[in-house]
């Protein structure tokens, strides 16, 4: 089996981007050059031209971040590479001031916030104290007034016996 023959492919190299042009285009391209102004390379372009990086060493991908870029090199005995120090330093400095401000703010909440756990378990213990001598009160109370309660109607002998001016002795 043999395969159909593919058009032969040629790259050009324009604005630093080569584009990938078929053999028929090429040609094409040369011809239109010669009758217009523009290069070949844009003169012969397909609709939908297949574009691939000029340097193909740079690797295929994403572009750098801006932060990731190299930056040339300040040289260490410079006046902006200096200033460019002493405002680092300067930040770090504040940085970690900061960072030491905020674990003390927080180790000072820590000591309130014990501070006052331990004053609010004193108080639940004093509290619940008072609870248990106000339920012994009640108790005792609630059974003081039973031993008191008079029986029901129904039982005479047990009751004492009402102020009659015939019984009191006259």
């Known amino acids: 089996m043999s395969r159909p023959s593919q058009p032969k492919l040629t790259t050009a190299d324009h604005n630093g981007v080569s584009v990938i042009q078929s053999q028929a285009h090429a040609t094409a391209a040369a011809a239109a ?3 217009s102004s523009l290069p070949a390379a844009v003169a012969g372009l397909q609709q939908v031209p297949q574009l691939v990086p000029a340097n193909p060493s740079a690797g295929g991908g994403k ?5 990731k870029m190299k930056k040339p090199q300040a040289d260490k005995d410079s006046e902006e590479y200096r200033q460019r ?5 300067l930040a770090v400095k504040k940085s970690r001031m900061r ?8 180790q000072q909440r820590v000591n309130e916030l014990k501070e006052e756990n331990e004053r609010l378990e004193a108080k639940i213990k004093l509290l619940s104290k008072e609870l248990s001598v106000l339920k012994d009160l009640f108790l005792e109370h609630a059974h003081n007034l039973a031993d008191n309660v008079q029986p029901p109607a129904g039982a005479e002998g047990s009751s004492p016996a009402p102020n009659n001016p015939s019984t009191n002795g006259q």
């Open 63 to 67: 572009a750098l971040p801006p932060s």
């Open 99 to 106: 960072s030491k401000q905020k674990a003390m703010d927080t």
């Open 85 to 89: 120090r002493e405002r680092n330093n």
């Open 33 to 35: 050059s010669a009758s």
